[in-house]
């Protein structure tokens, strides 16, 4: 019979339970033991809800991030972390965002704030981890007891369960040496530590462990490929059975790798590598249980129940018990239960599954497989007829878009003159200094800001009364920054709930969720909007505010826009037509806000690409076609401007070398980037391509509570301006400082705007 099992569950609770006990901790508004207490009623929920799988995943519950438990399960701390004392998990909280909680911050100053730890981008996803960091003589020790923890919470309550952890060398390759040494030099150390932990767990009786290596669909080198039979030939005789996991991606040329793995079982995600299932099956040794990813873990529309089985019978036929299905990847990736949704347009709802839903699909899939189709036929049946309405609607395509789409010119991507031109007028015009201050656009979310638009959503506050709450938030900012002594300022955004639903909620073809998030990282949560159909833009969405901004001021205004390719890869995304097309359609939306913008008399205007390095495939193979569309849907959405109108993007948490000359062909007049956590290890890229345009590195974890002093931020710019010429350098924050309090972001920005006066004078 074949095995139904899942690989993950969202740990933030349907109604944001996580976030907000978190957040109480760090105020020092609650207890630790409450905080445990919350997590342990969590994952009792969250087993409760997987019931009816025949393995369901324990260890997939952290407080931060999978990866930081891993390091501190193997016992790789920072040294700034070691030796403090306290309880763990204030030094967990520590490496995750540079301090833990308010009142465990007052036993002196050695266990206050510390550099946190980099993060970055889990693979292609918009979810952030905590880098792991490596030295030549870094060592391992096991720290299981989290883990156990959770075992034994999950047998108490009946749970099938099986432990999922990180593998060893997806674990090596996502880390960072900070001393350059070879990575790979570590797994004999690593080793041993692993081995111990699947020894420990085997005592405890544990039957299957599933070991994450989603680095095997990324391209491996030799080394990399040798250090997986090393591994494994060490891990295999440990008393477990190993269900290595691989997701987002194609295995490829590591098929036969994977296939002869000495161990149990391989998953694979058969959303993104269907074509390579069937010869993976031909390499696959006869006694091997092969898992498949048949429901798309990463995204909210229906599973195609019918072709999946019509797909599936055949293979379940021929391997009998040795076929399991789950997800393609953890449901980390999607909101948790679409039945809370109670003002989701209808029509778009009956076209969705979240996280409870798809497993629903997922026990009827096993039920058709062990009972047959007749066994499941009302589920079939009504799957079908969602399916079939989403594919006749006639709100899913609009002839009209289509047409402007086949207009589009490659002109259109272009700037009129090249950026030396175009830098000499923008410099007339707006009369900058050298080392110009500017933030990346949102300001603080206060308590305020919240409650007048949840009143304003509830409908017991009017339009002109939230017009008018809202306006005397920019004010605030605006009269804030000026104080500051900023060059550039922006509007704060207080109007805005996000980044990407604040436009995507005022263009057609976008649908919303109350209650859709899904974890970006540690507390900090994301409410993806849903792209159903063709994108248009019926009206103005900014101008009015950044207009109303700049009539506050004598000082250049930004105009603040979400990028084309940062709002497709930030939303959950249509499946019925190629991701370029859908970028393409928001470029043309955006463009028109652009040249509105513009002509309201806007001569700064952001247009934010955060996730543009996100959104490459996991094969370098594969990136050329990717940042070909993504760079001219950007290009299209920015160059319809004069010479003298200044564009701005803004990426963050990425790692350019690979695609500098990309970005360089973006043509932005300015690039912000993130580079606070890496100490300007991110422009490196600089040293061997001459960007030709203005950089603006991030100088102020906003990710972090800590206050960054002058002398840092002048230690920062001055690294910077050994691989750019300071004439071309910015100073500004590595991120929006939506998520900060005002207490900590005037302090800081005071720092970052006398840095960079420092700076001007030792020019």
């Not at 997701?247 to 058969?270: C, T």
């Not at 760079?631 to 299209?636: A, G, K, V, Y």
């Not at 990425?654 to 973006?666: G, P, V």
Request: some cysteine; overall charge negative.
């Amino acid at each position: 019979m074949t095995t139904i099992h899942n690989l993950g569950f969202p740990r933030i609770g349907a109604k944001r339970e996580l976030k907000f006990a978190l957040e109480s901790y760090w105020k020092g508004e609650s207890s630790r033991d409450e905080l445990k207490a919350l997590g342990a009623r969590l994952r009792q929920r969250h087993w409760e809800n997987q019931a009816g799988l025949d393995l369901v995943p324990v260890g997939d519950f952290s407080f931060y991030d999978q990866v930081l438990d891993t390091s501190f399960m193997l016992g790789n701390l920072p040294e700034r972390v070691q030796g403090f004392h306290g309880d763990p998990l204030d030094n967990y909280f520590r490496v995750a965002r540079g301090r833990s909680a308010k009142g465990t911050e007052d036993h002196g100053t050695c266990c206050g704030g510390v550099a946190a730890g980099e993060m970055t981008k889990w693979f292609d996803t918009n979810y952030h981890y905590i880098v792991p960091e490596f030295t030549a003589e870094t060592r391992f020790t096991l720290d299981a007891s989290h883990l156990l923890e959770q075992l034994a919470e999950a047998r108490a309550q009946g749970v099938k369960a099986k432990p999922v952890i990180i593998g060893p060398v997806t674990y090596l390759a996502i880390g960072k040496a900070k001393d350059n040494a070879n990575k790979l030099d570590l797994l004999a150390h690593l080793l041993p530590v692993y081995a111990e932990l699947l020894e420990t767990l085997s005592r405890e009786g544990v039957e299957w462990v599933q070991i994450d290596e989603p680095v095997l669909v990324t391209e491996l080198d030799a080394d990399w490929q040798q250090a997986f039979n090393t591994a494994y030939q060490h891990l295999k005789n440990t008393g477990v059975k190993l269900l290595v996991a691989t997701y987002f991606g194609q295995l490829q040329e590591s098929a036969s790798l994977a296939a002869n793995l000495p161990v149990a079982g391989l998953h694979v995600d058969a959303i993104n590598d269907r074509e390579g299932v069937p010869s993976l099956i031909n390499l696959l040794p006869n006694d091997k249980v092969l898992s498949l990813g048949v429901i798309n873990g990463r995204n909210i529309w229906k599973t195609d129940l019918t072709a999946v089985l019509d797909w599936v019978e055949p293979i379940a036929r021929s391997l009998g018990d040795r076929l399991w299905i789950a997800p393609s990847c953890s449901l980390l990736h999607v909101p948790v239960d679409l039945e809370t949704e109670q003002k989701l347009d209808g029509e778009v709802k009956s076209w969705l599954a979240f996280a409870l839903q798809k497993l629903d699909e997922l026990r009827v899939l096993g039920k058709a497989l062990r009972d047959g189709r007749d066994a499941v036929k009302a589920e079939l049946e009504s799957n079908l007829a969602a399916l079939t309405a989403r594919r006749n609607s006639p709100r899913v395509n609009n002839p009209a878009v289509k047409a402007a789409v086949a207009r589009v010119t490659a002109e259109m991507g272009k700037r009129k003159s090249v950026y030396a031109t175009r830098a000499a007028k923008q410099s007339a015009l707006l009369k900058l200094p050298v080392y110009p201050t500017t933030t990346i656009g949102s300001f603080p979310q206060t308590a305020e800001i919240r409650h007048a638009r949840s009143e304003f959503r509830a409908g017991r506050l009017n339009e002109a009364g939230y017009q008018v709450a809202m306006r005397a938030e920019i004010e605030r900012s605006v009269r804030e920054q000026e104080k500051l002594g900023l060059d550039v300022l922006v509007h704060g955004e207080a109007e805005r709930n996000d980044m990407v639903e604040y436009f995507g909620e005022q263009l057609d073809g976008y649908a919303f969720s109350q209650f859709g998030w899904v974890q970006s990282y540690g507390s900090r949560c994301v409410k993806p909007p849903i792209l159903f159909g063709d994108i248009s833009r019926p009206g103005a969405m900014t101008v009015e505010w950044i207009t109303y901004a700049q009539s506050l001021t004598q000082k250049p205004m930004k105009g603040m826009l979400t990028g084309p390719v940062t709002i497709l890869n930030w939303s959950f995304v249509r499946d019925d037509q190629p991701r370029s097309a859908s970028c393409l359609q928001l470029a043309l939306a955006i463009r028109e806000e652009v040249l509105d913008l513009e002509k309201a008399g806007v001569h700064v205007i952001q247009i934010d690409e955060a996730a543009l390095r996100e959104g490459l495939p996991l094969r370098k193979a594969q990136w050329q076609s990717y940042l070909d569309w993504a760079i001219e849907s950007f290009r299209i959405t920015a160059n319809g401007v004069s010479d003298e109108t200044q564009i701005h993007t803004h990426m963050c948490y990425s790692e350019f070398n690979d695609i500098i000359s990309s970005i360089a062909d973006m043509d932005a007049d300015v690039i912000t980037i993130e580079t606070s956590r890496s100490d300007m290890e991110l422009l490196d890229a600089f040293e061997n391509f001459q960007y030709p345009n203005e950089i603006g590195p991030g100088v102020y974890d906003i990710h972090s509570p800590n206050i960054p002093t002058e002398r840092h931020i002048v230690d920062l710019m001055k690294k910077a301006a050994e691989r750019v010429p300071a004439e071309r350098l910015w100073v500004n924050p590595d991120c929006g400082l939506k998520t900060r309090q005002w207490a900590e972001v005037i302090p800081a920005l005071s720092n970052m705007v006398a840095a960079a006066k420092t700076l001007r004078a030792e020019a």
